[in-house]
Each structure stands twice: as structure tokens, then as C-alpha cells.
């Protein structure tokens, strides 16, 4: 099977026990109130509505590279990294006073529009507020998942230590990330480590080693994973970049050029800037944290990245960490795991959205 | 001992626990990046300069009611309700647009105030965000001091699953005090709702709980702490609501009247609404929600409360709660524990900060 299949044959396993366990939630919720069932629907419907779900099918492949066995248990606990992901997701949307995720709009601006208040300010006090809530919950459902899914205790609190060290760490990229585009001094040492940290340790190596620990692996062999997580993660988010710039928002469901409007200093854009004459550099630098850019500014933009070789170098760079996150995993996985490992491998630098 | 010194003797064992534990992590943090040094340093600083500690305090006794052994690992647990409440203070002081808080700068406020921006907005968002991350990790720090703590797993996982419980149950708290505070019908019974989410459940019965869970406690014994807990938490809550009309700034850290400037219908001000002149009511309800308030017209709605007869019947009310509380207390509980639980219900109404 291809890792888009693969991916979807998790994703069926997946997305029933999340539904149903966030309509338990729901349930629980409305014995409180109505505005908390709504709440914990609203949370349904923001986790429901996509993603790819690579992050849990992490945990499920990485435990499938152990052990075959507790498979609806495994499929069950790894929505903790789903919901983590809803709640960063909400988070950031408020940093980032983006409108819409996922093709639909985000938490808090949902929640600003649902306001009667008349004056705009107020409308979005609400809904910011609302929505740092409605994340806060979804971060609490993540860690209940793993503790009440059917593994032994000991196993399931390595777990819980471990998606603690992730949850900080990411916060740790996104701080890093925050402070970045509030700065005009960033280097690409800096855009490096927030990639690790938002993208390889969180994306790829956390899941990986959550799915390893809960299938009883030996800390050796978890270890092993983050060889090829690392420079995976790392490919992922190069190819992130470039398709916030050259992607289609149909298929990405994120307006194309917003990096750029946010003033993010991705790789793509700091190796342009790196190759580009001075002329050209200007243009970049004029675009990057301009919130009103236009189109055709975002256009021009892309044919530098082009004109400069910028995007064949980080195409090439994400494709030479490709190879090496294959060639750095371990041969006496087990193959259900392994070719799912190897497969999306692949898949990251090939992907379209 | 006096319900003060024992809350002082359980801090003394606290304090150097969670200096030490935020040592470490800052220790960690730095091994990233001095910014992600410096965000935990801000938060061992928010976490350690304040706070009468009563959250943990009830863990600890809430375990010494049931056994005396595991001391230190009890304390080094008990971290994890002051780390939970150093991250809702720092999101509710977002939402609450509060610049102070126990005396000091609130965490996005300093953010604001550190970053070199000239422009007030920007300032403004980049405090928001990067507290909102600094409450998101202190979130991961709270459940982590659970996992890491020195305890048998299961017991530690049903730690996580209630810990889990009392976060969503404050935040739907908390999304119900927001939702009220925008709106102009909030009723008794509605507050009475928030009250029991957000100070009963969360400040005594959660806690209790958790210290029951931890001493292995069997289920029939939780369930009777609530018995005492919900009454007592609402006595507590009525208090707050007194303090916060009548109290001293340099006592309670809080700005006198900012209960009625947000807007918020306590147990008081609801109360004297029912009590007061239609003359009186108009003069309240242009108080409430009004952030421009000044100290004479707080000291209006001070002599209306006092004049309508609000002020006393919600004292009465608050110590009639702390009888029955008292009285709902298990007899065969150990001495160490039930002694603390006698003294702290009668502190509940006679403190002053």
C-alpha cells in the first residue's frame, strides 16, 4: 500500500473512537451546561474536519514496528497527539489572528462571529478568550486519552512523561517562533531550531517514540527512532514552506503567502534571501510581516525564490534528508510498521498538502 | 496548630520542591535557547512569589487523612494543582485584560512590557502570545509533577485521569464567567453554577481528591470528601467576592473593585441587586462592567451592599456553609488530616487575604 493509503486505513480506525470519544465528552459537558456541550462540539467538529492525521498515525506505525497485538487500544490512545494538535492549532490561530484553518473558519473567529456584541473589539475579546478555553480543554482530553486507554499504568504514565516533554518543547518552538517575527535579526540557525521543535520533535520523533513506548520498546531502540525522525521532520517542514508559497490553498487549506504576511523566516525564504541580489532581497524583505500583501506581490515573491534557485536547493536539501531518515531506520522493525515508515517517508517531500 | 500555621508548615515543604522542580526545567529549557530559559524563569517566578498555597495544601492533607507515610513524594505531587493554577492565572489574566496580579506584574503585562516595540498593539499581542504559551507550558509542567512523582503508577494514573477532570471542569468554569460577563440575564443560579466550578470543585473537592487517590483511598471515601468540599468551596468563593469589595490591596494583591469592573455578578453584588431600590440598583448596574471606574463610586456600591443588608446576609451565608461542611466531615478520618480540613473550613471565612 502507498503511505496515502496507509494513512487513510489508520485514518478510518482513527476517526470513529475520536468521534465517539468526543461525544462522550459532549455528553458530560451538557450535564453541566449547554455553552459547555457546544463547547466540546465545537472542539468535535475543529478536530474532525481534517489534517492528515500523521501525527497519530506516528504513534500507530511506530507501535506497529513492535508488537500487532491491543490494536483498537493503540488506535485509542494515539488520539492524545491529535487533540495536542487541536489545542496548539487553536492556540496559534490566536497568535497568529489567522481567520480561517482547514478551509473552515478558526476557533476564535468562529466564536467572535457567534457573539451578539456590535462593537468589533469586543466581538474579538470573546472570541480569543472562548477559544484559549476551548484549547485549554482539548490540551486536558489529550493527556486523559492516553491515561484512560488500556494499557498497563506503568507503561501509560513513560507515556504521559513523554507527551508532557513534547507539549513543552513545542511551546518552547512556537515561543521561539513568536519572538522571531516580532524580530528582524533571525538567522537560519534560528528558523532550524524552531523546525525541530515544531516540526521533527513534535511531528515526527514525539509520536514515533509515544507509539514505541506504549508497544513496551526499550529505550535503545526509541532512541533509533529519532535518527530518522529528525531529518524526516526537517524534510516535512521545507516542504511545508514551500507549498505555503507554491501550494493550492484548495488542497492546503491555508491562504497561500500567509507565512510570508506573518513574517515567518522559513528556510525557503532565508535561502533566498541568501541568494538574492539586492534588488531582490529588498522585495522579500518589503513582503515579509506585511499582513495587506496582494497577490501579485505574493507572485513576485515566488518567481525570486525561483529565479534565485532558492526553491530547487531546499527541494533537493529536503529530498537528501529523506534518504537519510531511510537510511538511518533500524532493519529488524517490524515490516508493518517499517513500511509505513518508509513509504511516508517518501510521501513527505511528494505531498501536496 | 492555627489553620495559618499549618498552611505555613505544608509551604515550607512545598516552596523548596517547586524551586528545585523549576530549576530543572529551566535547566532544560536553557539547553534550547536563553528565551525558553528566560519563559521558565518567569514562570518559577509567577509560581513561587505568591499564593496561600491552599490548593496543594488540600492534597497533602486530603492524603494525611489516610496515612502519614511518603511524605516528600506527597509534597513533590501536591506541585501539581499550584502549576495548574499558575497556568489558569496566567490565561484568565489574559482574557481579564488584568496588568497585576499578587502584587506583580501579570505574565503577559511583563511580556509586553520586555518587548522593544514602540507600538502599543504590537506590544500588546506579543505579551498575549508569548503568555499564552507560558500558561500552555506550565499546563505540562502541572501534569508532569504528577507522572514524575514517586507513586505507584495506577495510583498516579488515576491522579492524571481526575487532574484531567478538574481542568476541564474549571474551564467550563471559566467559559461560563466569560459568557455571563458579556451578558446582561446572568441569574443566581448562574453563578452559583461558575462558583462550584470554579472554586468548589477546583480549589477544595479536586484537590481533596487527589490527595485521597494518591493515599489509595477507597472510592466511597472521595465521594464523601465533596460532601464537605462543595459547601465549603462556595463559602470560600463568597469570601473572594467580599474581599474583593472590602478587602485591603496590599492584603489580598488584587485591585479593589475589579469584580464589579469586569462586569462579574458575584453572590453579593446579585444579592444586593435583589435587595436594593430601584434608585440603588441603577447606581450598581452602571458600576458593573464599567473599566473606568473610580474609587468614590466602588465606595457607593461599598455603603449600597452594606446599607441593603447583602453584605451581612452573605457573610451569614458563607459561615452557615462552613458548618455544614464541618459537619459533613467522615469521623474516621486520621487526625493530621481531619484537624487541617476543622481549622481551614473556619479560616475560609475569617481570612483577610
Given amino acids: 500500500m502507498s503511505a496515502t493509503e496507509l494513512l487513510q486505513s489508520y485514518s478510518k480506525k482513527l476517526e470513529p473512537l475520536l468521534c465517539r470519544y468526543l461525544d462522550s ?38 507501535y506497529k514496528c513492535f508488537r500487532q497485538d491491543y490494536e483498537e487500544e493503540v488506535v485509542f490512545a494515539s488520539m492524545c497527539v491529535e487533540l495536542l494538535h487541536s489545542y496548539l492549532l487553536i492556540h496559534d490561530d490566536i497568535m497568529d489572528e489567522d481567520e480561517f484553518r482547514r478551509g473552515c473558519m478558526t476557533m476564535h473567529a468562529d466564536y467572535a462571529n457567534a457573539h451578539i456584541a456590535a462593537e468589533s473589539q469586543s466581538r474579538a475579546s470573546f472570541g480569543n478568550a472562548m477559544a484559549t478555553i476551548a484549547g ?6 489529550g493527556i486523559d486519552a492516553i491515561a484512560a486507554s488500556n494499557f498497563p499504568p506503568d507503561r501509560k ?89 507554491y501550494g493550492d490553498q484548495k488542497q492546503t487549506g491555508k491562504p497561500i503567502g500567509s507565512d510570508l504576511k506573518e513574517g515567518k523566516k522559513t528556510f525557503l525564504i532565508l535561502n533566498s534571501l541568501k541568494r538574492a541580489t539586492s534588488e531582490q532581497r529588498n522585495i522579500i524583505n518589503n513582503a515579509l510581516g506585511n499582513p495587506e500583501l496582494e497577490p501579485e506581490h505574493i507572485a513576485i515573491v515566488r518567481s525570486i525564490v525561483e529565479e534565485t534557485g532558492a526553491l530547487e536547493y531546499s527541494r533537493n536539501t529536503a529530498k537528501l534528508m529523506v534518504e537519510q531518515a531511510k537510511s538511518a531506520l533500524p532493519k529488524d ?9 518508509l513509504a511516508i517517508a517518501d510521501y513527505v517531500v511528494n505531498r501536496n498538502n
Same sequence: chains 1, 2.
Avoid at 485549554?136 to 482530553?141: E, G, K, R, T
Wanted: with cysteine; glycine share 8%; charged share 25%.
Fill in 157 to 245: 504514565i513513560k507515556a504521559i512523561i513523554k507527551l508532557c516533554e513534547i507539549e513543552v518543547n513545542v511551546c518552547h518552538g512556537q515561543a521561539l517562533d513568536v519572538l522571531s517575527s516580532y524580530r528582524n535579526d533571525c538567522r537560519e540557525e534560528d528558523t532550524a531550531l524552531i523546525n525541530t521543535l515544531k516540526t521533527a520533535c513534535y511531528t515526527v520523533e514525539g509520536p514515533l517514540q509515544l507509539g514505541g513506548i506504549l508497544a513496551g520498546a526499550p529505550d535503545k531502540q526509541l532512541s533509533a527512532f529519532s535518527d530518522y525522525a529528525i531529518p524526516l521532520g526537517q524534510a516535512f517542514q521545507i516542504q511545508d514552506d514551500i507549498l505555503g508559497l
Fill in 25 to 62: 465528552k459532549a455528553e458530560e459537558a451538557e450535564k453541566i451546561s449547554s455553552a459547555c456541550w457546544d463547547m466540546l462540539l465545537r472542539i468535535k467538529n475543529f478536530t474532525m474536519r481534517g489534517g492528515k492525521r500523521i501525527r497519530p498515525a506516528f504513534i500507530y506505525y511506530g
Fill in 136 to 141: 485549554d480543554v482539548a490540551s486536558a482530553l
Fill in 333 to 341: 522493525l517490524e515490516p508493518d510498521g517499517r513500511d509505513f515508515l
